[in-house]
């Protein structure tokens, strides 16, 4: 992390901030002077996009407090109703600043919840510190037109679509005597009741972990079913006694799983909704395999309902729009077949990845696309973790050049690609690093079908995802 840098992707906190604190403007003669703030995006800013923000502001005294910078997206209407607290701690302590010299605050990242409506908010900003009483001490500014620390103004707008919103897709809506069968029962009796499954525990040491179970249905029914890649959110109704907490499991074919409490909070039941980027960090989206419900070690009576699961597409901005710039590969000119070349590939994202993806890495002869091989890999770290706004290295990665590589001058195509697999899975040898620092990896013994691509916000002219040239020379004898 570089020294002046500070990331903070936030979601918005829909709370007033300090509501339980005491917040009062430090008394005596002003210490400080605004000078500016810029955001790095124009204005007005897409709901989800990442932005950097960046403040100057001057010390005309001597500050020896260690203070800390809050900085506020407040309700146009109500600048006590503060949207979004990110406050963080300023570069260099303030006891060190000099007197006259402008002092830079940040930058740091923040991302535009989707969830604010389109327009105009105001930007709150200044020091302050936190005295032994908790009560919250903010210094004043010089500026005589700068009124409760609002500085300015920020604006946000609704993200283009992309595509047709999908229909939602019911897994099940117990609807029918069918629709209840297609659910296994461990340590439970299941009813239909009312378009509702009807969960009663019953005693079973061989079940110490009552569950209801959805699997068979994924391995028999309708592909798309088991495909939840398109989708932002699985929603479902559940209700419950409010003593038991119950979990939500859902697994993917490989045998991955993510869970998650199946209730807002412990006890509280109603609609909840799932968000499905959070859970394609964890699992395979597009091969789900099991959908279950359970809790642990439940008194006699313990019940529960579940009703209405479906998976929606929410219509906000998808991951169809290109959101991946390309910003270089260092890779050799000239090398041997059967010889190993080092690469690494750089990357900025305007966006967070939906999912965690395979980056290939594809070699043909330009004149004839022939000696063409591949060094598909899972990057180290997971692209869903991947930050935007700063650009990503991937590398120095080893590949190796097969020994009947023909002669000649060879495109480097490579880019990030999901597959929907009709065959086996792709297994990938775990990747290691050497005495060097240089990345070795085991291609894919096996690979999927269907490949499905992001695609470059800046494609280059000899193809959408060539990123270079290398002449392949023969092997030395």
Excluded at 97 to 115: Q, S
Excluded at 248 to 270: C, F, H, M, P, S
Excluded at 413 to 424: M, Y
Aim: charged content about 25%; hydrophobic content about 35%; aromatic content about 12%.
């Amino acid at each position: 992390m570089k020294r002046l840098l500070i990331l903070i992707i936030l979601c918005p906190f829909l709370v007033p901030y300090g509501a339980n604190a005491k917040s009062i403007t430090r008394p005596g003669e002003p210490r400080l002077t605004f000078v500016n703030f810029s955001i790095d995006l124009p204005q007005p800013i897409e709901q989800g996009a990442v932005f950097r923000f960046t403040a100057t502001i001057i010390p005309t005294q001597n500050i020896w407090e260690e203070e800390q910078v809050f900085l506020h997206i407040v309700s146009p209407d109500d600048p006590e109703r503060v949207l979004i607290n990110a406050d963080f701690t300023p570069p260099y302590s303030t006891t060190r600043w000099a007197v006259g010299e402008a002092v830079k605050l940040g930058p740091i990242n923040l991302k535009a919840p989707r969830e604010f409506k389109p327009g105009k908010y105001k930007i709150q900003l200044g020091l302050f510190h936190r005295r032994d009483d908790g009560v919250y001490v903010r210094e004043k500014y010089t500026n005589a037109d700068i009124k409760n620390w609002l500085v300015g103004d920020i604006e946000f707008k609704a993200p283009p679509r992309t595509g047709v919103k999908l229909p939602d897709l019911v897994i099940s809506d117990f609807s029918s005597a069918a629709d209840l069968a297609k659910w296994q029962a461990r340590g439970v009796d299941l009813s239909r009741r009312n378009n509702t499954c009807v969960v009663e525990y019953i005693s079973d040491e061989a079940n110490p972990i009552p569950s209801v179970i959805l699997q068979d249905f994924f391995n028999y029914s309708d592909p798309k079913y088991s495909d939840w890649r398109e989708y932002d959110r699985l929603s479902y109704e559940i209700g419950l006694d409010p003593e038991y907490n119950v979990m939500l499991q859902i697994k993917d074919k490989g045998g991955n799983r993510y869970q998650v409490r199946a209730t807002e909070e412990e006890g509280k039941g109603g609609k909840v909704e799932v968000d499905l980027v959070s859970v394609g960090k964890v699992i395979d989206l597009q091969r789900i395999g099991n959908l279950s419900f359970f809790t642990y070690k439940p008194a006699n009576n313990f019940t529960m309902t579940l009703g209405d699961i479906r998976i929606i597409d929410t219509g906000e901005v998808g991951f169809t729009r290109a959101f991946i710039e390309f910003k270089g590969l260092n890779a050799p000119k000239k090398a041997r077949a059967d010889s190993t070349i080092t690469l690494t590939a750089h990357f900025l994202l305007h966006q967070k990845f939906p999912r965690d993806e395979t980056m290939f890495i594809h070699f043909y002869r330009i004149s004839d696309r022939s000696g063409y091989f591949t060094a598909d890999k899972r990057p180290l770290k997971e692209t869903s973790r991947w930050a935007t706004g700063k650009v990503v290295s991937e590398g120095p990665l080893k590949i190796y050049i097969p020994p009947d590589s023909p002669p000649g001058i060879y495109n480097i195509d490579l880019g990030f690609f999901s597959t929907q697999r009709t065959g086996a899975d792709p297994v990938y040898v775990k990747a290691f690093t050497d005495s060097e620092g240089v990345i070795h990896e085991v291609q894919p013994t096996k690979a999927g079908t269907d490949y499905v691509r992001q695609p470059y916000t800046n494609p280059s002219a000899a193809g959408p995802w060539t990123v270079g040239e290398i002449e392949i020379l023969p092997a030395e004898e």
